[in-house]
Structure formats: C-alpha cells, structure tokens
C-alpha cells in the first residue's frame, strides 16, 4: 500500500488542486458562516434567535447553491479525481490478487495461493482456481 503514496502525493502537488478534504471544509465553512450572517441580521432586526436561525437555515439553502457555485464544483472536482483513484487503486490490487499482473517486489510470494500448482497451470487458469479456492460463499 505504500507503493503507490509518492506518486499520488506528487501528482496532487503538481496540479495545485485542494485535496477532497480541504475542498469539503472550505464549502461547509463558507455554508455555515452564510447561516450565521443571515441569522445575525435577523437577530439585529429584532427576530427571536432560535427563530432567526431556523430562517437562515432555510433561507441559506437555496443562496448557497447559486452564491457558492464555484465552491461546489470545486468540491465534485475533488469528489471524482478521489473516486476514480481510489477506483483504480481497487482494480489494480484486484489484479494484483488474480495474478493478472506483474508481481512487484515481495507480492508474489505472499499472495500466490502456495503449492496449488503454480508452474503446472496458466495464469488465467490458476486465477479461476484461486478465486473458487478463497471464496467459497460468493
């Protein structure tokens, strides 16, 4: 798992974007001072405080979709670019674990089903084995 860190981190670093979280925290930190804004008008016009808060959430809804459009493309940006690594990164350990392949250095060994045959069967034939062999309910 540690093999594929450096270059995610290095990738991350040259497009400059924010990370998923950053993203996600900008756009609830921006909602939520909306909310309280709204709310702090209220109460300065003389609304009751639980009534402005109930006000301003319901009103900084539909203002936070069109106020923070770009916050929020920001953030389904980050969304799919960590949907699709983390989509690839399941492939490839998936294949890793068929043997569909290149074993890395110290994988193969580990993840290899042992002594089933491996030198007398082919690599798709011995996926199919090992995947009826390691998973008897699915």
């Known amino acids: 798992m540690s093999a594929p860190t450096p270059p995610q981190a290095a990738a991350r670093a040259r497009s400059r974007e924010p990370g998923l979280a950053a993203a996600v925290a900008l756009y609830t930190l921006a909602r939520v001072a ?21 006000v301003a959430l319901v009103v900084a809804l539909p203002l936070s979709m069109v106020l923070f459009r770009g916050l929020r493309a920001r953030m389904e940006t ?39 045959g491996e030198g007398s069967a082919p690599a798709s034939a011995e996926g199919e084995t090992d995947a009826g062999e390691h998973r008897p309910g699915q």
């Open 34 to 54: 909306l909310v309280a804004v709204i709310a702090l008008v209220l109460v300065l016009a003389g609304v009751p405080a639980l009534v402005a808060l109930l």
């Open 78 to 116: 980050a969304v799919a670019q960590a949907t699709a690594r983390r989509s690839a990164e399941r492939a490839s350990l998936r294949a890793q674990l068929r043997g569909d392949a290149e074993p890395s250095a110290g994988t193969s060994p580990d993840g290899a089903a042992g002594s089933s």
